[in-house]
């Protein structure tokens, strides 16, 4: 078992560490934290890299990721689902998931927490990926046998994996190779073969 932050549209190795996992723990009483994967993601654009984030309601800083409410005061979901089809609309399989992801965006969930498990539910049926999917019922201690990886993925610390090999990318002849993107620069570019990518990282991460 591994336990992990609810993430928006979580970096490829947030998968690759489920794919290595039989049961994942998904912490829901950990505080709400700025400028982290809970509320960001990370894709490729024509112009780099581009940070797309879900703004939030006022809170105070002991307030819980479970509490968390989005806010819907600014045109966020029309901006991010448009910047993903700018970037990923010429790649092989972003027609084929567009539809499920934009239902998703269009149910206009209240809380950050569980708009984080429809994407979560979502893209690991999509890549093929079973696991047993569980939330935390009080804030996570530790505990024998279970890997602690709430912390492991930083947008503000180097996501760079020298081990990682590339996977095809849109904008690489521009760019090279760009580790610590969003799943849906994976999904979009390998589509189920993304299974396959995660079990060869999985290995390394």
Known sequence: MIVLQSAYFAPVGYYAK???????LVEQHDHYVKQTYRNRCRIQTESG????????????????????????????????????ETSYNSTPFFEY??????????KKEKYLFDFNMRL??????????????LTT????????GIEDARELFNPKKETTDTDSKPYYQMF??????TDGLSIVDLLFNLGPESVLYLKEKSKTI
């Open 97 to 106: 998931y567009k539809d499920d992801i934009q239902a998703i965006y269009e």
């Open 172 to 177: 690489a002849e521009k760019f090279g190779f």
């Open 49 to 84: 890299v581009m940070d797309l984030s879900i703004p939030v309601e006022k809170h105070t800083d002991k307030t819980k990721i479970r509490d968390i409410c989005i806010s819907y005061g600014q045109e966020w979901r029309r901006l991010h689902l448009r910047a993903m």
């Open 18 to 24: 489920i794919y290595a996992h039989d049961k994942i």
């Open 120 to 133: 979560l539910e979502f893209t690991l049926d999509a890549i093929g990926i079973k696991r047993e999917i």
């Open 137 to 144: 019922d009080s804030y996570f201690e530790g505990e024998p």
